[in-house]
């Protein structure tokens, strides 16, 4: 057996030992410490402020953007998992560990500030006094920028769509505090906007709400917001008439994606440059927005398409570049007799998801409407094997001198889509680029899809393509990707 003196000392070695550890570590200065703390992930951060004053000083103000979700506060677990494989209830597994995370986190913050707040996990009503505590601890720290994203569903199904009775009640008092709120951003998903709407959206400037019901307080927000720049509105409940007023002077964005309910959109709003909608076709007015230089727009029940044309060139004579999804498989039919000019676009897109007969003449029709047209981008769902005859050169020789750069996606090498290609390598003087992919995707709204079922050319079919397009006169270059 040791000596006690030398039991003593030894103990006494290793006391000294980690202290020596504890003191390299805390005596680092605070810019290191400051590097460090910046890759902490919230959950992180919030376990660290609790080793000492100094760690949980450094924590809080290293962090004015706080984002909370499945990968910040379970780093180990796979959120793909959660939304695609059916797992939905291991939301409800981990819900009750996600909410003590973030209640730990805000108790120990002490910043100054709070810039972005983030929240993107699935809760409802059932933690309603959990999320009104982290709105108003936010609001508390004069917060620019609110993101409550309360579903793990990326896309709404009819099912989940306003589930009235479980979806979480977000009320605007919560932004006051006492002081004018700073808020300019505010993002809600899936959940109810409440009652008591006064000026804490006087400084909001990009607003967007999925999942919402705003049938009965639409023009309420809208009245609250002067100084909006961009609205999204993605799956809500609307009015039959939904109305955009001129009191929005600073309006530049406005987008609705599949939302339900409204049948008329009214455009007042003379600043507004950029307008998005997709969804069943309905009635717009835009007469009083002549500053609209994009416009997408997307429609499920289009059969007679030259009626939007027509409808566009006549109202928005300045609009600049275009975007078309149509879902009807027939959309493309006698189009060439009704088309109606459009004299200053610049940029036109064309999605068609649907297998369409590719109708080159028809297509023809659309480039000869858009004489100032640089950049042309087609996206089309073509019957494989559906071939027109032989393509009759135009009755009218139109030279497309302004057109640069053209995309087609979604291509088979059938002898309706080569002549058009051909088509546009004879009489686009100016074409630098021409870029074909076998590939189909297309956007709608915020959501990208991309056809598994085509990705990539078949054997042969590239080299039978160069085969038919060499020979013709053409400056652009042609790339065939995959």
């Not at 910043?111 to 709105?135: K, P, T, Y």
């Not at 505010?186 to 999925?210: A, M, N, P, R, Y």
């Amino acid at each position: 057996m040791l000596p006690q003196h030398l039991i003593q000392t030894r103990r006494g070695r290793h006391d000294n030992l980690d202290k020596a550890e504890t003191d390299r570590i805390s005596e680092l200065p605070d810019d290191i410490l400051s590097l460090i703390i910046l890759n902490f992930t919230p959950r992180d951060a919030a376990n660290a402020s609790v080793l000492s004053r100094k760690w949980r000083r450094l924590c809080a103000l290293c962090t004015p953007y706080l984002d909370f979700d499945w990968y910040t506060m379970f780093r180990g677990l796979n959120n793909s998992a959660i939304w695609w494989n059916g797992q939905i209830d291991l939301c409800q597994q981990y819900k009750d560990l996600f909410v003590r995370g973030v209640n730990q986190f805000i108790q120990f913050y002490n910043g100054a500030e709070v810039l972005m707040f983030q929240v993107s996990f699935c809760l409802n009503r059932d933690s309603s006094s959990d999320i009104d505590r982290w709105v108003s601890f936010a609001a508390s720290r004069g917060v620019k920028g609110l993101v409550l994203n309360l579903s793990c569903f990326k896309f709404i199904l009819p099912e989940n769509r306003n589930k009235g009775n479980e979806l979480y009640i977000f009320h605007p008092a919560l932004l006051s505090q006492g002081q004018v709120s700073k808020l300019n951003y505010l993002w809600l998903h899936s959940c109810i906007l409440g009652e008591g709407l006064t000026d804490q959206f006087i400084s909001l400037k990009v607003l967007k709400l999925v999942n919402v019901s705003l049938r009965d307080q639409v023009q309420r927000v809208l009245s609250c917001c002067s100084v909006l720049n961009s609205i999204t509105l993605a799956d809500c409940s609307l009015p039959v008439n939904l109305c955009i007023p001129g009191s929005l002077h600073c309006l530049n964005s406005l987008e609705i994606t599949s939302c339900i309910g409204v049948q008329k959109i009214e455009l007042f709003a003379s600043s507004l440059t950029s307008f998005k909608y997709y969804g069943y076709l309905i009635e717009f007015s835009f007469s009083q927005v002549p500053n609209l230089e994009k416009v997408y727009l997307g429609a499920e029940n289009v059969d007679e398409v030259h009626k939007i044309f027509s409808q566009i060139a006549k109202d928005l004579p300045l609009v600049k570049t275009l975007s078309f999804l149509f879902a009807s498989a027939s959309w493309l039919q006698g189009l060439r007799e009704h088309i109606t000019p459009f004299r200053k676009v610049q940029q036109l897109e064309l999605f068609s998801p649907r297998k369409t007969n590719f109708d080159t003449q028809n297509m023809i029709s659309i480039l000869r409407a858009c004489p100032l047209l640089q950049q042309f981008c087609l996206v089309i769902r073509s019957v494989e094997y559906y071939d027109q005859g032989e393509m009759l050169e135009p009755t009218e020789c139109v030279i497309h001198e302004h057109l640069k750069k053209v995309e087609i996606s979604g291509f088979f090498g059938t002898w309706s889509q080569i002549e058009f290609a051909i088509y546009l390598l004879k009489y686009g003087v100016a074409l630098e680029q021409m870029v074909i992919v076998p590939r189909f995707s297309f956007s709608i709204g915020r959501n990208r899809y991309v056809s598994g079922k085509r990705m990539s050319w078949d054997e042969g079919e590239r080299e039978m393509v160069c085969e038919r397009l060499q020979g013709y006169p053409k400056s652009a270059v042609v790339i065939l990707n995959n």
